[in-house]
């Protein structure tokens, strides 16, 4: 059953300070219905390794976590695991495991016990197993009250306790539904508000899958639509992805998520991380934060039955393929894709796609030598008029790249990571036509090979613009930016005489 909190335990387990201590390395990988044994066999080897392993077949990568596991008493949490009936793939998976040191543990989080057999079959090892039942009454009323009076004195409300209870009672003591319920009653603490939620919703519920979806969906239905909007949007990412705040915030800027009308009034970072704490207060995300000493970090995910309704109820307006393009139906209406290609060629299963105003494309193979194929790409890229947002993870020479970008002039967020690139002195004078940009997520060499910077006045962040003597690249460039968050100049020593230019 879903909404326990096997993941909830199995996180614990993962930062569990004495567990760090006895193992090393420590892995996480989320599986979902998903079992490709080459997917899954890179997210462990990249949790113990910062190579990129993209293009790597199953061999190659199975050698390279041999080599990091051999002799190391390691723990590998698998989470949410379904397979059940493919021994073959699962001999596969394990078998680099198997080169750790004695005392290594596979701990996985499943619905299924026959997962757990599947398992242990394979291993020839003993099944331990925990099975997760629901929370007690005192247990379930404590995690509720803390959701639907947060921020608020309990004693405040007193005629709304008697209903809370009655509806933590009805939710069957599943947390996750007990949580998100709570943080739906919580926005209104209101008495009548609160007796139709128990007396026309609550009251009908039957207990199990069904009606924890049901819950869910409640809860979504009474968030504002600009809120449901970003909730959906998020169905574009894999299950179990965690979110940096910064960039999730910045993406829904960018893909125009937040409404013009209200950025009129506030800026539209502070509207979009109020969006990102409304959806957390509410549950329908959980932060988790970090402390490496030097910084404390926080990010965001989403529970894998709150993913599930974002995928539920985004269906034709965000699609996410996982695996290879072809074979796949895209519905034409979509506004916001997330594709990962096996090769470059495969942009023509989405060259019909007109609509697209979110696009985010990573292509596994290696491309460097197939300049044909990067060029057909790019041909395609440049049909998509409509994009507000591209981010293009590819590995080609980027010498046509301006041109085909120079299109998009609806362009707010651009973001590139291009591999190796041979030739740093390419000029990207092209991106000067997107006259709309207010986010450049780009390598430094980009940033300084791109003349007259100030054709994009919207821009926020300059990381790396170096001065020259040559036209298109004095300081003078700078003057017109006005909405500049963030700004790294270099050479400064160029600068021959201050007059150039005096910030306004």
């Known amino acids: 059953m879903g909404g326990l909190g096997k993941t909830t335990l199995a996180q614990l387990v993962y930062s569990n300070e004495r567990v760090r201590v006895y193992f090393d390395p420590i892995m996480w990988a989320c599986i979902s219905q998903d079992f490709d044994v080459t997917v899954i066999t890179r997210k462990i080897l990249e949790c113990v390794s910062s190579e990129n392993f993209g293009d790597k077949r199953l061999n190659a990568l199975h050698e390279k976590l041999k080599e990091k596991l051999t002799s190391k008493r390691f723990l590998l949490i698998l989470d949410d695991v379904w397979n059940d009936d493919n021994m073959t793939e699962w001999e596969k998976l394990v078998a680099p495991l198997k080169s750790g040191q004695r005392g290594s543990k596979i701990l996985l989080t499943t619905r299924m016990g026959s997962v757990a057999d599947m398992v242990a079959n394979v291993m020839k090892c003993k099944r331990e197993s925990l099975n997760l039942n629901e929370l007690e009454e005192s247990d379930y009323m404590s995690l509720f009250n803390k959701h639907a009076f947060l921020g608020v004195n309990p004693d405040d409300y007193k005629n709304l306790q008697p209903i809370g209870q009655h509806i933590a009672k009805k939710l069957g003591g599943y947390p996750l539904a007990i949580k998100v319920m709570g943080g739906m009653l919580n926005s209104y603490m209101d008495y009548e508000y609160w007796k139709k939620i128990l007396e026309e919703d609550i009251m009908k519920l039957q207990l199990g899958k069904d009606g924890i979806m049901t819950i869910l969906r409640l809860s979504y239905d009474h968030l504002s639509t600009n809120l449901q909007l970003c909730f959906r949007y998020c169905s574009l990412f894999p299950q179990d992805y965690m979110f940096k705040r910064k960039k999730l915030v910045n993406m ?22 109020e969006y990102l704490n409304l959806l957390t207060r509410k549950s329908f995300f959980t932060c988790e934060t970090s402390d490496n000493l030097v910084k404390i970090t926080k990010e965001y995910f989403m529970h894998d039955l709150l993913h599930d309704l974002a995928q539920s109820v985004s269906l034709g307006e965000c699609k996410r393929i996982g695996g290879d393009v072809a074979g796949n139906i895209i519905p034409k209406p979509v506004r916001h894709l997330h594709v990962e290609m096996i090769n470059l060629l495969s942009i023509r299963e989405i060259s019909n796609l007109k609509n697209v105003r979110t696009l985010v494309i990573s292509v596994r193979e290696d491309n ?31 010498y046509k790249l301006p041109d085909a970008l120079s299109s998009l002039i609806h362009l707010r967020y651009l973001s590139l990571s291009l591999g190796k690139v041979v030739n740093e002195s390419i000029e990207y004078d092209g991106l000067t036509n997107l006259v709309n940009l207010r986010l450049l997520d780009v390598p430094h060499h980009v940033i300084e090979n791109i003349p007259y910077i100030s054709k994009l006045p919207f821009i926020h962040k300059l990381q790396n613009f170096i001065i020259r003597e040559e036209s298109g690249y004095k300081v003078g460039e700078l003057k017109n930016l006005r909405d500049l968050r963030r700004l790294c100049i270099r050479k400064l020593e160029n600068v021959m005489r201050k007059k150039l230019w005096r910030p306004s």
């Open 252 to 273: 829904w800027i960018g893909s125009s998520l937040i409404p013009q009308s209200i950025c009129d009034r506030q800026r539209p970072e502070d509207i979009g991380n």
């Open 368 to 398: 460097e030598h197939n300049a044909n194929h990067a060029l057909e790409f790019l041909e395609v890229i440049k049909g998509f008029k409509k994009l507000r947002l591209l981010i293009l993870d590819v590995n080609f020479d980027p």
